[in-house]
């Protein structure tokens, strides 16, 4: 083995300037010597005195840290001669001794607040200080101490030059009392321990003393150093002639004391050392003796056993031997006898260090590895010195590691063999710093530590490894030296490393050096341990290739491998594309060898053939997993560099690469799986296990009983399988499922059947490596949730182990609890901020795991938080549903109507009204306000269901709509679906349902109402009923020749239209001559008004109103009402207001009231009563004949069919009965101021009115006539539409002239008769009553009746706009009689006349 080389890691990281200068001040005088060591354990600390200065610096970053300068008495300045790293109580600090000119003193150094808080008086020159405890009194960690040392309070080991040591008190528990080392307590010194040290103590303590107990009385010899070795409980103590002693501290009793071999050279340094399980209880002590104190070049190590009757575990968890039977020294070695090739002769050799570095393994945490007695799996001992040369100005330093372990792997030998050197002993490694010297120089090295942590070996290249792996040799670590100036960082490797550089740094050029690499690597301990007894000479170029490429592959130097791929790829030599075939072979036939061992290794796993797994099985594991991963890393170089490659040959290329990671991946989890003590699997089950296990039985049962109640629960509403778990097993495919119905009592369904089925998903290269992990993460929370002791440790260490997200982590967990109907935790983890966001498929499983289970608040509140996407109409609807099951109807609506298209409107406003029906929301949606087509759907969806619910909600709806004519329609429709059914209950609902449409139904004409009615009857389409029949024999017949009937042309229509213009003309002509007989003073009597008997009154009907002004009739309300309405006919000439016409409602026909003259004599002194017997009639104005009275009767003719009629206050019908009686008191007196013309008109009007009062009030359609005119005192039969060409009554439209004003016509006609004339203001309040009512009714007034009734008493013509009207034929045939009563009529009025 060559010599190892340390190489420097960091240059020189130099001390502050201030703590130089303080170190430098006293450099000059004889005992003014700059000393430092390293602090032990794990502070970063590292101290430096000189005289009375004390530095404390950083030993990683040289960082100053705390720095005092020491008081004496009678100003001299004492001397740091010794330090001791100490703690207490969370506080760091330092022992310090001092030397005074008449004596000495003991420190106890506080770092926090950089001064000295205890200080006692010593006697002698302190040499050496040893902390033995830092406890306060009796405890659990003192109760390996004597009795009366556990009554103090810390305890510290003082030696002094003549070989004094004392056990002194340093009173932690009185640290308020802080002193200075100018004020130092007295101590006082026990030969004996007394009796009573509690109470010797206190007093001591109130006396300004502290307690202090001689071990060692003075002998002669100084004590050069002291070491306490907490396992053995032993005081060693080391004197300048070479004897050592050790001190039991539970007995305060010697129990050796002997000189070592080397004589009487002081004992130096000692440290402690234990090897791994050595059943003699036996342990180890180095002691080192060295003369530099006094300038010699001696230097020897020597090794000292201890066996002990004991070896035992304290409550505190120390490992304590007790028992000291016997103390031999069974290994020594002379620095100086040539064991270390030098350049010269020693002129000078020193110590800088020793210290032991162990490490154990870590138990399983049973309880029986928890009380187990551990020792160290690696224990070695650090050693380091300086040698000086004569002809060397640079002084040589050196590290080396000896291996107690390997030492007994060695036989146990005394010594090295004559021609052995360090480099080549099997439990010693040697290194040389000579690179860190000449960085350093010419500052010397005061101390070297190496950091604990960095101590490894390499990785062993197989298992078993090879006999050179295990040598001191291979391992790797850090370290620091400590000089005056600063600290340097080195490393140490081991000569593996050292090789594995050598190959980076050779890369291809490898190819040349083959055998010297491979005889490199096998005296490394690279190789496999097969080669080890093969002589290199057998095997061939290629097989030492292979092995080498091996070794790369083991230790991980991939940079070898992926250099030497990247040139030959890069180069265009034929031998470099045969080199990258090699390799390419080599790494995939070293996949399947890898493979083959995996499944060897993982058989026992899973087949139950044993029941734990041993460390050899888990390093086996390891070290396959290793191999696939770098071998992966391998392939994907060849993918990255890969040039000149086929299409096939590149996609085998990616197969392999593939496939490797797979496998890779596979047994890092089988790995982990056999840690966490979950494999091997198929143990009985009928033993009881402490660990967690897998108990699919019991999981079975569970989620198949899930499954049920979700079954029961969903109610063909919902998907029963909705279960998180079952959701992310389909994602995975149906490879998955195939997988899981392999092996015996497999359903293909979450769980698996075995776990060996659970892991074989990380071979399926259809899944990604997410979903594989987060199937794992389930079923360990299954696992761990059935465990007797639950603890989440597992999953933490899974997530750790494969770098999975933190928020897959809780996302899984959510999804766990959810599927175990912890709903509220898991709606929390799933809102979690840290929370991996669900996908798609993801939200609208929970959402349908929370509705299906009745969880709709959840579900709404998930929505609201977390705001799925919406990407198809299903989950729009599936919104809905939640939304609507909560009752939020407005947020579904506002959801349809941001989501729907064209396309789906129709489906999601389907969807909207059943569930809306479904969960009785529909009165909640009818108040929303709908669009046309979203009208139209819904009473397409109301009418639709059979349900009568839903048409009364579209009866509802309608009405709300204002839409009362289907409502009328709907209703009864219902009401014949009534008839047929005998339930009460729907009897009930439809008396509550006519009340509000009996009211709603009053506004609507009665014909609208009937109208409705028949509609909603059903319709029977009669069967056609085919017979056949014999040819009818005719029988004798006799024609009559038939009545010629009038035939009315287009012609003749056109005649008569023109003959009433010719009218017009003539009235204009004759306005002279009528003007002179219209007086002022004359005037016609009114009409007695007769009150109709209640009982034969029937109720008023919507749309049959009766006017009724200021208490009585007025007399010109027809006319009013026939200006202002639209529908109405118009003669050429203006007419004038003074008739009132009344519509009565007949079974057959409409009755008109019109007063017929009839010829009687004239009567000017008497008037007609009214007969008992007559039906009282409504007041009624007066017949006027010739011109006016044709023009008015007409006029009144045709406001009769428009039925313009009153309405009362409020808008309401006005009755009959509600006429104001007083009306016909003030008719009556009009009548006796009429002549006795009008008393026999009246009596004519009376009798023809008396058969059709009786008659009941029904609608019927009204007939349209027009009634000729008068000409030359002639009276004509009344023209009728009838009597026209039914086409032409039906399609002939004409405008009617101009009216005009009342007052022009009043000046022109003639005073044969007269009207009354009323005041203005009366006239006034007429007008706008007719107004109201017009208003009221609804209609629309083409001309306002009260703008027109002003325009009567102004001066010139106001024209209304022109009127076009349409004869409409008449619904039916006038009824048998009414020509002659119209003949009959005609002709009265013609005698009047």
């Known amino acids: 083995m060559q010599d190892l080389q340390a190489e420097v890691t960091s240059s020189l990281l130099q001390f502050p300037d201030v703590t ?45 840290l705390s720095e005092y300068r020491f008081s004496g008495g009678d100003q001299v300045l004492p001397t740091v001669r010794a330090v001791k790293e100490f703690s207490w109580q969370k506080r760091t600090g330092l022992l310090v001794g001092l030397e005074e000119a008449e004596g000495s003193v003991l420190c106890l150094y506080d770092l926090g607040v950089s001064r000295v808080v205890k200080a006692v008086v010593l006697p002698g020159r302190v040499t050496a200080i040893e902390a033995i405890s830092c406890y306060t009194g009796p405890c659990v960690s003192t109760q390996h101490l004597h009795q009366s040392l556990r009554w103090l309070f810390g305890v510290a080991a003082v030696a002094t030059d003549d070989g004094h040591v004392l056990l002194v008190d340093l009173c932690l528990d009185g640290l308020s009392g802080s002193q200075s080392e100018v004020e130092a307590s007295d101590l006082e010194v026990f030969f004996s321990i007394p009796a009573e040290v509690p109470e ?384 390419l072979a080599w790494t995939w036939n070293k996949v399947i060898c890898t493979k083959d061992e995996l499944d060897q290794t993982c058989a026992p796993l899973f087949d139950g053939s044993c029941n734990f797994v041993d460390p050899q099985t888990l390093r086996s594991l390891q070290q396959c997993q290793l191999l696939l991963t770098n071998l992966g890393r391998v392939l994907d170089c060849f993918l990255t560099e890969a040039r000149e490659l086929t299409e096939q040959g590149f996609a085998n290329l990616r197969k392999k690469q593939v496939v490797t990671s797979l496998v890779s991946l596979y047994v890092q989890v089988v790995t982990w799986f056999c840690r966490s003590s979950l494999l091997p699997e198929g143990l009985d089950d009928d ?71 659970l892991l074989d998903l990380y071979l399926l290269d259809s899944i990604e490596e997410s979903d594989k992990h987060a199937i794992t993460i389930y079923l360990l929370l299954d696992i761990m949730h059935s465990s007797p002791n639950r603890t989440d440790a597992s999953i933490d260490s899974f997530r750790t182990a494969f770098a999975i997200p933190w928020g897959l982590v809780k996302l899984i967990q959510g999804f766990w609890l959810l599927d175990h109907k912890d709903y509220e935790n898991s709606l929390a983890l799933l809102f979690h901020s840290a929370t991996m966001r669900p996908v798609s498929w993801q939200h609208w499983r929970v959402l349908e795991c929370l509705m299906c289970q009745g969880e709709h608040r959840q579900a709404l509140r998930y929505i609201q938080m977390m705001k799925p996407p919406m990407s198809s109409s299903s989950e729009v609807r599936f919104s809905l549903r939640v939304l609507l099951s909560n009752r939020c109807v407005v947020e579904a609506w506002d959801l349809l109507h941001r989501h729907s298209t064209k396309l789906n409107m129709e489906e999601l406003l389907k969807h909207l009204y059943e569930i809306c029906q479904e969960v009785g929301l529909m009165e909640d949606l009818l108040k929303l306000p709908f669009t046309v087509t979203e009208q139209e759907h819904l009473e397409k969806f109301l009418q639709t269901d059979a349900d009568v619910q839903s048409h009364e909600l579209l009866l509802a709806h309608r009405l709300q709509r204002a839409s009362y004519n289907p409502a009328l329609q709907l209703n009864q429709s219902l009401q014949v679906r009534l008839m047929n059914d005998r ?72 005649s008569k239209v023109l003959s009433k213009i010719e009218e017009v003309c003539i009235g204009k002509k004759q306005k002279a001559h009528v003007s002179q007989r219209d007086s002022p003073g004359a005037t016609e009597p009114a009409v007695r008004a007769h009150r109709l008997p209640d009982a034969e009154l029937p109720d008023a009907v919507v749309g049959t109103p009766v006017a009724k002004l200021g208490g009585r009739w007025h007399t010109r309300e027809g006319t009013q009402n026939l200006l202002a309405d639209t529908e109405s006919l118009s003669t050429r000439e203006d007419t004038q207001s003074g008739e009132k016409v009344e519509l009565l409602d007949t079974p057959r026909r409409r009755a008109r009231r019109i007063p017929h003259a009839r010829p009687h004599k004239r009567d000017t002194g008497e008037q007609t009563p009214a007969q008992p017997n007559e039906e009282p009639t409504t007041p009624r104005a007066a017949v006027r004949t010739g011109r006016r009275g044709r023009k008015r009767r007409s006029i009144l003719e045709e406001s009769a069919g428009e039925e313009a009629f009153s309405q009362g206050p409020g808008g309401s019908p006005l009755l009959l009965e509600d006429i104001n009686p007083a009306g016909r008191e003030e008719t009556s ?122 325009t009567t008493r102004k001066e010139g013509p106001r024209s209304p706009p022109p009127v076009e009207i349409k004869f409409i034929s008449p619904f039916a045939s006038p009824v048998d009689g009414t020509k002659s009563k119209q003949k009959e009529t005609a002709g009265a009025a013609e005698r009047t006349l």
């Open 983 to 1054: 339930d009460p209950r729907l009897r009930e609902r439809a008396v509550a349902r006519n009340s509000p449409l009996d009211r709603c139904g009053k506004i609507l004409p009665r014909v609208q109402r009937n109208l409705a009615g028949e509609r909603a009857k059903p319709y029977h389409v009669p069967s056609p009923v085919i017979r056949e029949v014999s040819r009818p024999t005719p029988l004798l017949t006799v024609t009559n020749k038939a009545n010629a009937a009038n035939v009315h042309t287009r012609a003749t229509f056109i």
């Open 200 to 583: 010797r103590r206190a007093t001591g303590t109130r006396e300004g003393r502290r307690l202090s107990f001689q071990l060692q009385a003075p002998s002669g010899p100084a004590v050069s150093t002291l070491c306490y070795i907490r396992r053995t409980n032993q005081l060693v103590v080391g004197f300048s002639d070479g004897y050592l002693s050790l001190w039991n501290m539970k007995t305060l009793k010697r129990e050796h004391h002997a000189q070592l071999v080397g004589g009487r050279i002081p004992v130096y340094a000692v440290t402690f050392q234990e090897p791994e399980n050595d059943p003699r209880n036996c342990c180890y002590l180095w002691a080192v003796q060295s003369a530099q104190e006094s300038g010699g070049d001696i230097v020897s190590f020597h090794l000292l056993q201890l066996a002990f009757g004991d070896r035992k575990r304290l409550a505190s968890g120390q490992v304590l031997y007790e028992g000291l039977e016997s103390c031999n020294e069974c290994y020594s070695l002379d620095l100086t006898g040539g064991i270390v090739p030098l350049r010269g002769q020693i002129r000078n050799t020193k110590l800088l260090s020793c210290q032991t570095i162990e490490k154990f393994c870590h138990h399983d945490g049973s309880e029986e590895s928890i009380n187990e007695v551990i020792s160290p799996e690696t224990s070695v001992s650090v050693f380091s010195w300086q040698v000086n040369t004569y002809g060397q100005g640079t002084p040589s330093t050196f590290l080396c590691v000896f291996d107690i372990n390997r030492w007994y792997h060695a036989q146990m030998p005394d010594s090295l063999r004559a021609e052995e050197f360090l480099h080549d002993c099997p439990y010693f490694a040697l290194w040389s710093l000579d690179a860190v010297t000449s960085v350093t120089s010419p500052t010397l090295i005061l101390d070297v530590v190496v950091q604990e942590r960095s101590l490894s070996r390499g990785v062993p290249p197989s298992h078993p490894p090879p006999e050179e792996f295990f040598h001191p040799g291979t391992y790797s670590f850090d370290g620091t030296c400590l000089l005056s100036s600063g600290v340097v960082h080195m490393t140490c490797t081991g000569f593996q490393k050292e090789t594995l550089k050598l190959l980076k740094k050779s890369g291809p050029s490898i190819i040349k050096a083959i055998p010297e690499t491979y005889n490199r690597c096998l005296v490394a301990g690279l190789l496999s341990p097969r080669l080890s007894d093969v002589p290199p000479s057998s095997l061939s170029q290629e097989e030492q290739f292979e092995a080498i490429l091996s070794a790369a592959v083991r230790t991980g130097c991939l940079a070898f491998l992926t250099g030497c791929i990247k040139h030959w790829a890069s180069e265009e030599q034929p031998s470099s594309a045969a080199n990258l075939r090699f390799v």
């Open 687 to 757: 033993v009881p296990l402490a660990r967690p296990f897998y108990n699919y039985p019991l999981l079975q049962s569970y989620y198949t009983g899930r499954r049920q109640q979700l079954g029961r629960l969903s109610r063909g509403k919902w998907d029963s399988h909705c279960l998180m778990i079952d959701g992310m097993v389909s994602q995975l495919g149906e490879q998955a499922e195939k997988l899981w119905q392999r092996d015996e009592g497999g359903t293909g369904k979450y769980p698996p059947a075995s776990l060996h089925a």
């Open 20 to 64: 130089l200068q303080a170190l430098g001040e006293d450099g000059k005088g004889p005992d003014s010597v700059l000393c430092g060591k390293f602090c032990g354990g794990r502070n970063t600390l590292a101290w430096l005195a000189r005289g009375p200065q004390l530095e404390v610096v950083n030993s990683v970053t040289g960082e100053h």
């Open 1229 to 1350: 007196r009009t009548l006796r101021e009429r002549t006795p013309r009008t008393r026999s008109r009246k009596a004519a009007v009376h009798q023809k009115l008396s058969a059709e009062e009786n008659e009941s009030f029904l609608f019927s359609p009204p007939l349209t006539k027009q009634t000729k005119k008068f000409e030359a005192g002639k009276a004509d039969h009344p023209v009728q539409l009838t009597d026209l060409d039914p086409d032409l009554s039906s399609q002939i439209v004409f405008s009617l002239p101009l009216l005009r004003s009342r007052r022009k016509n009043l000046s022109s006609i003639s005073q044969t008769l007269k009207e009354p004339e009323l005041p203005a203001k009366e006239e006034e309040e007429d007008t706008k009553s007719v107004g109201k009512q017009k208003l009221e009714r609804g209609r629309t007034a083409k001309s306002n009746p009260k703008k027109a009734s002003k």
